[in-house]
C-alpha cells in the first residue's frame, strides 16, 4: 500500500470519528425574561462518563436557552427546583448489535421510543409533571445520526415552552434581583 | 543504573508536587458558629463540593443548599474553574509512554460570593486561586485540586468568620 492511500485511509477515518459526532442543536426557543435563582438536576447525574457527557449536553443545552438567571445544581429543600430525567424507553436492540458483523453498513431497521420528563419542585414538594414521547424508526447504520439526539432537541424545546406557559416559576423582578443576575 | 533510577524519583517526587497561589486560610477554633446559610453555587461540577467545604470548616452552623427562607443570610456562588491541560500533541507523547511524562494539569479557580439577606446585597467577596501540577501515571493530581476548591471555600468561611468577629453585622449596603 503506498503512502498515498494510507493518507487517505487516515484522513477518512479522522473525519469519521471527529465529523460524525452528533452534538445538539441549540433549542428551537429562547426565553424573553429569566427565572428566579434556581436548581436544575439532570438525571442521570452520572455513573458512567457517557452519563456525565449526556447530562453535560442536557444542562448546557437547557441553560443555553437564557431561561435561568441563577442556576444551582440538585434538589434543595427550599426554593423553585427543575428535575429533567430519561424514563427508559425503548431503542437499537439485538439485531442492531448483530449488524456490528458487517461493520454496521448493512441499513437494519429498528424502532425506538424516547421519553423525557421534567418535575418542578417548589419547597421540595412537586408542583407539576411534563411528559414527552417520541415514537418511530429508524435504521442503525453507520451512515445514520441516531434520532435520539434531535428527539431530546425538540422535547426539551417543548418543555421549556410549556414551562414558560405553564407560569409555575416567578420571573426575576426588575427592582430586588438586579444584584443576583449581574454581579459585576 | 541506581543513580538515574534515583535521580529521575526525586525529580518526579519534587517537581510533581502541586502548588496554589492562594495560601490555607487559617480559621480560628473555638468561635461560636455563624448563622445558618443558604448556598447557591452556579457551577454543575464543583456546587457540592463546595458546599461540603463549608461544612467542613466548622464555622457555619448549617449550609444548606437552595434559597434562603427570611432573615436567613444566603451566599450566591459564581464558580468558574478552568482546567488547564498540555495540548493534545503533548498528551499524545505521553501516552506513548504510558504516562511516565509527566504532564501539564493545572486548575485556575475564580469564585464570586455575594452575601445578601432579603434579597439586599450586604458583601461581596472575590478569590483566586490557581493551582499549578504537573500529573503523570501514578499521580494524578486529584487531591491536589479538591484542595484548590477547599482553599476558596475556607478562605471564604474565615472572612465570614472575620467578619462577625469585627462585632459590626454586616449592614445593607444601599
Known amino acids: 500500500m503506498n503512502n498515498l492511500v494510507k493518507a487517505a485511509l487516515m484522513a477518512a477515518g479522522l473525519a469519521l470519528l471527529g465529523g460524525c459526532n452528533p452534538s445538539m442543536k441549540p433549542l428551537g426557543y429562547h426565553a424573553q425574561k429569566p427565572y428566579v435563582p434556581m436548581s436544575l438536576l439532570v438525571l442521570p447525574d452520572g455513573y458512567t462518563r457517557f452519563d456525565v457527557q449526556e447530562r453535560d449536553e442536557l444542562t448546557s443545552a437547557v441553560r443555553s436557552s437564557g431561561a435561568f438567571s441563577f442556576v444551582d445544581h440538585g434538589l434543595p429543600r427550599k426554593g423553585y427546583a427543575l428535575v429533567i430525567s430519561q424514563p427508559p424507553g425503548e431503542g437499537a436492540g439485538f439485531l442492531v448489535a448483530l449488524n456490528a ?39 442503525g447504520a453507520w451512515y445514520v445520526p441516531p434520532p435520539i439526539t434531535e428527539n431530546q432537541r425538540q422535547m426539551l424545546t417543548e418543555l421549556m415552552r410549556d414551562l414558560e406557559a405553564s407560569a409555575l416559576i416567578p420571573h426575576v423582578d426588575d427592582a430586588g434581583q438586579v444584584g443576583l443576575v449581574d454581579q459585576r | 543504573m541506581k543513580k538515574i533510577l534515583f535521580l529521575s524519583a526525586s525529580l518526579l517526587l519534587a517537581g510533581c508536587a502541586g ?5 490555607d486560610p487559617r480559621i480560628e477554633a473555638g468561635q461560636d458558629y455563624l448563622p445558618p446559610i443558604a448556598v447557591m453555587v452556579d457551577s454543575l461540577e464543583h456546587g457540592t463540593e463546595l458546599r461540603n467545604y463549608l461544612r467542613e470548616s466548622g464555622v457555619f452552623s448549617k449550609v444548606e443548599n437552595g434559597v434562603a ?37 493545572d486548575l485556575d479557580t475564580k469564585a464570586d460570593f455575594t452575601v445578601m439577606r432579603d434579597g439586599k446585597v450586604l458583601k461581596r467577596y472575590h478569590y483566586e486561586n490557581y493551582m499549578a501540577k504537573y500529573a503523570w501515571l501514578l499521580d494524578l493530581g486529584i487531591p491536589e485540586r479538591e484542595e484548590n476548591i477547599r482553599r476558596v471555600a475556607r478562605a471564604f468561611a474565615r472572612d465570614m468568620q472575620a467578619a462577625n468577629q469585627a462585632s459590626k453585622p454586616l449592614e445593607a449596603q444601599r
Open chain 2, 69 to 105: 427562607g427570611e432573615g436567613q443570610t444566603q451566599v450566591m456562588v459564581k464558580l468558574d474553574a478552568q482546567r488547564k491541560v498540555a495540548p493534545a500533541p503533548l498528551l499524545f507523547l505521553s501516552a506513548a509512554t504510558l504516562f511516565l511524562l509527566p504532564l501539564q494539569s
Open chain 2, 19 to 23: 502548588t496554589q497561589t492562594l495560601p
Open chain 1, 101 to 139: 458483523l458487517t461493520l454496521l453498513t448493512f441499513p437494519v431497521p429498528y424502532s425506538y421510543v424516547h421519553n423525557l420528563t421534567g418535575k418542578v419542585y417548589k419547597d421540595g414538594e412537586l408542583l407539576r409533571t411534563f411528559s414527552y414521547k417520541r415514537e418511530g424508526m429508524s435504521v
